[in-house]
């Protein structure tokens, strides 16, 4: 690394009239820099445009209503949980369903939760003034239909999409700098 350091500083990069001083000092930032992103890149890379629903990546997403973003994700037990910005905190409040998912996100009470991230669990909130109900059902024409109702307003509610991954994009996709690899 010390031998690199030199290399660069001898170089046409502008760092001809760095000291050892100097060099030991941009050492020094270096290895912060990739400390930084070493513990960055992990999570960042699991769900790139997907926002976490406490310790999990939001797998889908709707609106219901004018503009109520529901995010939404399933636990390793099968229970789903919804994520709603609460308009007064500008947070993002969780709930969890009642009963395990289906395929067919039958109607079903969602109740807040908090996420611990010491025990990576989802803790129920006693609260039972605020509770939401959400899901799916199908008419006689097999189209599929989605509402949530907050309190006595019912919402309905567009398609579920699911988040696309950016694995790929992060693995192979274009950088904000142009590469410096040889393909020849």
Not at 88 to 93: G, P, Y
Request: hydrophobic letters at 40%; proline letters at 3%.
């Amino acid at each position: 690394m010390n031998k690199l350091l030199e290399v660069i500083s001898q170089s046409n990069f502008g760092l001809r009239n760095h000291t050892k001083l100097q060099l030991g000092k941009m050492k020094r930032i270096n290895i912060r820099v990739l400390f930084i992103f070493s513990v960055m890149l992990p999570g960042s890379a699991f769900a790139f445009g997907a926002p976490m629903l406490g310790g999990i990546a939001a797998k889908a997403h709707q609106v219901c209503g004018k503009n109520i973003q529901l995010q939404m994700t399933t636990t390793k037990e099968g229970l789903a949980i919804i994520g709603l910005i609460n308009k007064k905190t500008n947070q993002m409040d969780l709930f969890q369903s009642e009963v395990a998912l289906t395929n067919e996100h039958q109607i079903t009470k969602y109740s807040p939760v908090k996420y611990d991230a010491i025990s990576k669990e989802y803790i129920p909130i006693d609260n039972e003034l605020i509770s939401i109900i959400w899901g799916s059902v199908s008419d006689d024409k097999k189209a599929t239909h989605y509402t949530m109702s907050l309190g006595s307003h019912v919402y309905e509610c567009s398609l579920l999409q699911e988040w696309p991954s950016e694995l790929a994009d992060n693995l192979y996709g274009d950088n904000e700098e142009p590469s410096t690899v040889d393909n020849h």
